[in-house]
């Protein structure tokens, strides 16, 4: 349920489930060359099932914004903050869809399938390491980028919270922690 200060529940699930998928990601995306050898396929299954999962609700996530109106902002929001906000929401959503968009091409070509568990799909390419290795740096590229970003953009929620007091992070918390 929504309301004129805060995003509804569908908003709020999908972004922190988001965000905590990402974290997930990133974190074994970071590091997989930790792991001993003979997990690395499983772990690279689990990055790649993580990354389409956020691909998924990402996508879902802004037919939502799409369809579903955000709060407006308190009017204590300047109108810088306002198109800077703008500006780094619309990168997140570019990067939160682009990255897993990247990653699969990036496992296909490096002649790797997806394990779903009841099912698999293989690789319909060769091992193609012209292809995989610059594709791999835009992704990982790509990924500190969103990193840096989704930091970004909690800190300034952060701020708006404890140095504003103007209830911006307040919107997208659920409702048992307005």
Do not use: C, K
Not at 94 to 111: C, E, K, N, S, Y
């Amino acid at each position: 349920m929504s309301g004129p200060d805060h995003y509804g529940t569908v908003a709020v699930i999908l972004h922190w489930a988001i965000a905590l998928l990402i974290v997930i990601a990133f974190g074994l995306g970071l590091t997989i060359d930790a792991f001993p050898e003979s997990w690395t396929g499983a772990v690279v299954n689990v990055h790649v099932l993580v990354g389409l999962s956020v691909l998924v609700l990402s996508i879902v996530r802004l037919a939502w914004r799409l369809t579903h109106r955000p709060p407006p902002l308190p009017d204590t929001v300047g109108a810088l903050s306002r198109g800077a906000a703008a500006v780094i929401h619309v990168l997140l959503y570019v990067l939160m869809i682009l990255i897993p968009a990247i990653g699969i091409p990036t496992l296909l070509f490096r002649g790797r399938g997806i394990d779903f568990g009841l099912f698999q799909t293989g690789s319909p390419f060769a091992r193609t390491p012209e292809i995989f290795r610059p594709l791999t740096e835009v992704h990982e590229l790509a990924s500190y980028a969103l990193i840096a970003l989704a930091a970004g953009h909690a800190l300034a929620a952060l701020y708006h919270q404890f140095a504003d007091r103007d209830g911006v992070l307040r919107r997208m918390l659920p409702p048992a922690h307005r």
